[in-house]
């Protein structure tokens, strides 16, 4: 007995000095990129590992470094709230705004000069690391701030992620910022991969990286490479260091791969010349930044600076000018959307921008063509808004050669041939017939997304496929498909359509609030939908509603921020029977009508506000940001009133702004109007 007892001490020992090895290669390897040894050793160690823990299953740890990936699939992501809240950091676009917020730390901490640090605002994924007793516990996504989804599997997956750490000096419990994201090579192959298996392709390597991060079953997430570094401490007094400069050096001693290059800058003026020197470095890097990040050095002098609800005051983020590159526009297609709104967008000459290639550009509505004066076969400059949305800043006339052709909005609608219709007011182009095809696919997207029902597996292709084929003349046609008949349209197998199947079954018994979301009335979006479903408790009464209970609900402030209009097109939305239908259709499939518990509202500054907007804005066209506040369930009117909540002014403000200060009305500048949909 005790020659045997012996014989485990030994066995226990041999692995455990089997995983101090792997670790430190690991290390090596992903994080300094100097490995020591060749992929066979490495593979004979992983091997010997592997073998020993299957024969002592006693000894498997959830830190070995086979666990990386185990476990069946996921079926959902637990909601976890964050010790320490994630908070944004604000955006600045300007040394003048960089400058003002050097004088307001001064002014508020009375230093004359203060030392900062400057690094890669890495275009990733924000996450949370969580560490207990040595080892690797949890990794949550930032969410609404104070929580996020659990994302531990997927992210343990990551190569460059420590499992475990045997300094002495390690914290007992250490909680740490990153970023996980994509390089443009890893990138590239995931799109290839897609256009072979002919699916949609990843508009870029941060929101592949976000889709990633949320795919259910961790072993398809190691397939992707994701990468990781650290760069935060949210409990920094655990790591014994004064600084955010001597956290780096800390975490790179204990293992982690942290957010290199850093600066450590004397004043604001050796700030601008990172900043500089950052942007140099930028198309030379293997993944995609989109800025530096600025922070106060000082853990003493942060910890009096404090933090807002929403940012800290002792960091901001300084974000680089879009990148621009020329192009030629081969042509003007039309999109149909769910509210039969049509878009138009101009199919481009390939070109690469901010980390992907662009070949379709949105050109918003007919008053932006218009303005611009763009035209089929024009050379022009695109850009991406925001890094994301590309989009034609301007055209080069000078390079107008007689051949281009003005775009003439259609009578009848692409799709479906239905009448197309402007309305007095509006700027949007729109079919007016209830059975246009297009509609109903962009509203089933709607309905199936991650926000509303959650459908996992309903994708644009089979969602074309369905509607195409009569398969599907509602939302509500999703609960009633024949398997057979769904199982055998194209590049549909039989895992796929029972996996299909099951995901349409758990959607029954979503919550009251993803039903609203998914039905998609106009201006109501996340947040409201949250707030109608908290405020009626189930579907009828919603459905039955009328104007003077609404009104007692908002002068009551259960119903918070929501304007006439709005009010306007959930009685409209109710009122009309085809929708009624609809809805009682999904009662007989057993879809849940009733909201099971309050939830807390995310807050969202602009729904239900009314904004004007006046003056040129330097990040935005003006239909830019009429579409993000529409979005954001804001309204944009064109003229001041008592009842306009906010004027966004730009460079060289008319008349309005005159107005809106006479009336009292908060006045936003451009820095102002992001900081607040970047919320």
């Given at each position: 007995?005790e020659?045997?007892?012996l014989?485990?001490?030994?066995v ?17 390897y ?17 091997r010997?590992l ?38 944004s950091?604000e955006?600045t ?35 949370s ?25 997927n ?14 000096e390690?914290?007992?419990n ?8 994509l ?5 590239d ?24 991060l949320?795919l259910?079953d ?13 760069h ?5 007094r ?20 942290t957010?290199?290059p850093i600066?450590?800058?004397?004043g ?5 010349e ?12 293997p993944f995609d930044?989109?800025g530096m990040v600025?922070k ?5 002098i ?21 990148q621009?590159?020329?192009t030629?526009?081969?042509d ?9 709104i ?43 808004g ?37 309305l ?15 509609q ?9 997304a ?30 009633t ?17 029972q ?5 349409i079954?758990?959607?029954?018994k ?10 998609g ?37 259960i ?11 959930i009685l409209s939305?109710f009122s ?6 609809v809805?009682e259709?999904?009662r ?15 807050v ?12 040129t804005?330097q990040n ?28 966004v002014?730009?460079d060289?403000?008319?008349s ?13 500048t ?5 900081m607040?949909i970047?919320?």
């Open positions: 007995m020659d045997n007892q014989d485990l001490f030994a226990q020992e041999t692995i455990e000095n089997i995983r101090r090895q792997i670790r430190y290669h690991d290390k090596k992903y994080v300094d990129a100097q490995p020591e040894i060749s992929d066979y050793e490495y593979d004979a160690m992983m010997r592997v073998e020993l823990e299957q024969q002592y299953p006693e000894f498997l740890s959830p830190d070995s470094p086979t666990q990386r990936v185990s476990g069946e699939p996921l079926t959902h992501f637990e909601t976890i709230v964050h010790d320490y809240p994630m908070l950091i955006n676009y300007s040394e003048g705004e960089l400058r003002e917020f050097d004088l307001r730390i001064r002014k508020a901490t009375g230093e004359e000069s203060l030392e900062y640090t400057a690094e890669l605002k890495v275009d990733g994924v924000a996450i690391l969580i560490y207990e007793n040595n080892k690797f516990v949890r990794a949550i996504t930032r969410g609404d701030g104070m929580r996020g989804d659990d994302v531990t599997a992210v343990r997956t990551i190569k460059s992620l420590l499992l475990n750490c045997d300094d002495r390690f914290p007992s250490l909680t740490l910022r990153g970023e996980i994201y390089t443009r090579a890893v990138f192959a995931l799109n290839e991969q897609k256009k072979e298996q002919d699916v949609p392709l990843f508009a870029n390597p941060r929101n592949a990286a976000a889709g990633t949320k259910l961790p072993r398809e997430v190691a397939k992707r490479n994701l990468e990781l570094v650290v935060g401490v949210a409990n920094p655990a790591l014994d260091v004064s600084s955010h400069y001597d956290a780096f050096s800390k975490l790179e001693s204990f293992g982690f791969k957010n290199r600066f450590r800058c004397n604001i003026n050796e700030v601008l990172a900043i500089e020197h950052g942007h140099q470095l930028r198309d030379k890097l930044i989109d600025i106060v050095n000082s853990y003493d942060a910890e009096r600076l404090g933090s807002t609800a929403k940012s800290p005051r002792w960091a901001i983020a300084f974000k680089y000018p879009a621009q590159v020329r030629k526009i081969r003007i297609v039309l999109q149909v959307g769910r509210t039969g049509l878009t138009p967008v101009a199919v481009l000459d390939p070109v690469f921008i901010s980390g992907s290639t662009v070949s379709r550009a949105s050109l918003y509505n007919k008053d932006e063509i218009e303005k611009k004066d763009i035209r089929i076969g024009d050379t022009v400059l695109v850009e991406k925001g890094e994301i949305i590309p989009k034609v800043v301007s055209v080069l006339t000078d390079q107008r050669n007689g051949t281009e052709k003005i775009f003439v909005f259609p009578k009848k609608c692409p799709e479906c041939g239905g009448n197309v219709v402007q007095s007011g509006e700027v949007a182009v729109r079919c007016d017939s209830l059975s246009c095809g297009a109903l696919k962009r509203r089933i997207e709607h309905f199936a991650r926000d509303a029902m959650n459908i996992e597996g309903l994708g644009t292709s089979l969602i074309d496929q369905m509607v195409n084929k009569m398969i599907v003349r509602d939302v509500a046609d999703l609960y498909l024949d398997y057979k008949e769904v199982a055998g349209l194209d590049r549909m197998a039989e895992k796929s359509a996996n299909l199947f099951q995901a079954e758990t959607s029954k979503n919550d009251l609030s993803r039903l609203i979301t998914g039905l009335i106009r201006h109501v979006g996340v947040q409201l939908a949250d707030i109608l479903a908290d405020a009626y408790g189930d579907m009828d009464n919603l459905m039955n509603t009328t104007r003077e209970e609404l009104l007692k609900k908002k002068d009551e402030g119903i918070k921020d929501i304007g006439d209009v709005v009010l306007e097109t939305f009309r029977s085809e929708n009624r239908t809805i259709k999904l007989m499939a057993g879809v849940n009508f009733t909201s099971s518990a309050k939830h807390t509202v995310r969202n500054p602009l729904t239900g506000k009314k904004i004007v907007l006046t003056g804005l935005y066209t003006r239909d830019d940001a009429s579409d993000i506040i529409k979005k954001m369930g804001g309204l944009v009117s064109s003229s001041v009133s008592k009842a306009t909540d906010y004027i002014a730009g060289n403000p008319g309005k702004l005159q107005k809106g200060n006479m009336l009292g009305i908060k006045i936003l451009e820095n102002e109007f992001i607040m970047n919320e």
